[in-house]
């Protein structure tokens, strides 16, 4: 019976398993790390994560579409050059432009807290199992976005929170509405995608920290 899930699970898998295995060939494949196309790569699986959970991230899948499209504007100006995130940020803090509302550093930077928003859902979502999904969005929130933004995102975001769906709801989504699959297949892949998400945020953060862009706030 379990070779017969996991099977299933090789021919259907989940949101999340596509994006980790999406993430692992990146990874594999480039050298400089961290690398603009590595970053890229859960960014783009952040979106469809989003979707899943409703129009009630609207707001935040804009701006991670918007922040995608300005980063992978500049790695194709030169894509030798701008393969490296490092690169990116050091030229446009030698230009005086980093911290500029429309620069590429900030969108590594807003990026990257989107991106930890997500990790610590994922992580809530397969420990917590009690939590409703409210619960669990609000708490990824406060820990990582919630610092970061002003009163005008803050309020949106709480309009939002009301409009979250179950947990069953979105945790369905997730498996493909496939009602045989079991939750520990997706528990699985969610450990998989943190094993590999989590090294990669935590080199990046550090990089900003070292440029000293951590600590900007949306207006």
Known sequence: ?????????????????????ELSVA????????STLIFLAPSKSLLHVLDKIGPTM???RQDVQRNIERL???YLIDPSLYSSLGEI????????????RESCSRAIL?????????????????KESEWSLEQIVEESYNNTLKPWHGWISSAAYKVALKLIPEK???SSFLMGDDDERECNGLKDDIQMLVSLLRPLLDEINALLR????DRIKST
């Open 58 to 60: 609207a707001v935040l």
């Open 89 to 100: 940020l050091k030229k446009e803090m030698d230009d005086g432009t980093a911290r500029k």
């Open 1 to 21: 019976m379990k070779k017969a899930v996991e099977a299933k699970r090789d021919v259907f898998p989940t949101e999340i398993r596509l994006a980790a295995e």
């Open 110 to 126: 807003w990026l990257t807290r989107s991106l930890n928003f997500s990790l610590a859902l994922l992580e809530f979502l397969e």
């Open 168 to 170: 069953e709801v979105f």
């Open 27 to 34: 990874v594999k494949e480039e050298e400089h790390k961290p």
């Open 210 to 213: 070292k440029f000293r862009l």
């Open 72 to 74: 992978e504007k500049m």
